[in-house]
């Protein structure tokens, strides 16, 4: 039998021996079944994820929107941003 402690923050620290004889990792997921005097910890079967696609730079490019406006200034660009900057404190500061 092996014994842990309960942290300020609530935390219990499963053995080492347990985890291992186990095989928890960082991250295993526990259901916690409050059965009275006892406390019972049940591991949450872990779901298979879905392999991630990798994208190529084609498929990534043609996924961006791409702006078909006229040219836009340095200029242009410094007074949408403080104009949408003075336009959210603005509406912060009329609550």
Do not use: C, Q
Request: glycine share 8%; no cysteine.
């Amino acid at each position: 039998m092996s014994r842990t402690k309960m942290s300020k923050a609530g935390a219990v620290v499963l053995p080492k021996a347990v985890r291992d004889a186990h095989g928890f990792s960082e991250g295993t997921e526990f259901e916690v079944i409050d059965g009275g005097r006892e406390i019972m910890l049940r591991p949450v079967e872990a779901k298979a994820e879905a392999p991630k696609k990798t994208l190529t730079v084609e498929e990534f490019l043609a996924m961006r929107p791409v702006y078909k406006g006229p040219p836009l200034t340095d200029e242009m660009i410094r007074k949408g941003i403080e104009e949408e900057a003075r336009r959210r404190w603005d509406e912060e500061n009329s609550r």
